[in-house]
């Protein structure tokens, strides 16, 4: 599983970010309510043991309202990564891709240094062939354009079409795994080239 800061689960993972982003675009953190409703607990009690949580971890704190969020000096340093389309975690694909905007990111919460900001861009992700490493349909990737070590998930270029896959080596030869068994494993004819390594999700909705 990716996961984007290892001292936090994967709801409060996606909490965060949703806070994060929430914040970036409206100043003020969402309600409880709010973040109930797009997560779909139960009820605020969870939300609230949820926010704790990560308050206890240092990523959020109880504003002066009496809300949930971070400082706004913590919110101002969010960056804008472009969405460059989106990328199948199934069968590679040679469609040609669209901007998709860009998405707000907290690169403390994902371990992005100031060096590789520039090297960090996001992509919507399509299909199932990873949710084995908990990787759905419809999340946001994030990738460092660095070259990948093997076990990592890469958005890769494989014989001219693009995929989402774990990058292995194989008695020496290089090939791309998926974390679905209805996938084989992908191995390159002629060319495969990583173009950027899976850092960290986001997720969307309220999966």
């Known amino acids: 599983m990716v996961q984007m800061n290892r001292a936090l689960s994967l ?6 970010g949703f806070i994060s982003e929430y914040q970036r675009i409206h100043v003020v953190p969402p309600s409880t309510r709010l973040i109930q ?10 939300v609230v043991r949820h926010l704790r949580a990560l308050a206890a971890k240092g990523a959020i704190e109880q504003l002066s309202d009496g809300s949930w969020g971070r400082r706004a000096r913590e919110v101002q340093g969010l960056i804008d990564v472009a969405i460059f389309g989106s990328i199948p975690a199934g069968l590679p694909s040679a469609e040609a891709q669209d901007s998709l905007g860009s998405v707000g990111v907290d690169p403390a919460v994902f371990g992005i240094s100031g060096a590789a900001r520039s090297r960090v861009w996001a992509l919507e ?30 958005a ?10 774990r990058f292995e080596r194989v008695e020496g030869r290089a090939i791309l795994r998926a974390e679905n068994p209805a996938y084989p494993d992908l191995i390159p004819a002629e060319q495969l080239e990583a173009q950027g390594v899976l850092v960290g999700l986001l997720r969307r909705g309220s999966r």
């Open 37 to 46: 409703r797009r997560f779909g607990f139960g009820s605020q009690t969870s």
């Open 156 to 165: 890769a270029l494989i014989d001219g079409a693009t995929t989402l896959k």
């Open 11 to 16: 709801r409060q993972e996606e909490i965060l």
């Open 125 to 154: 992700i399509k299909g199932d062939s990873m949710i084995g490493a908990h990787i759905c349909p419809g999340d946001i990737g994030l990738f460092e354009s660095r070259e990948p070590r093997p076990g990592e998930i890469v």
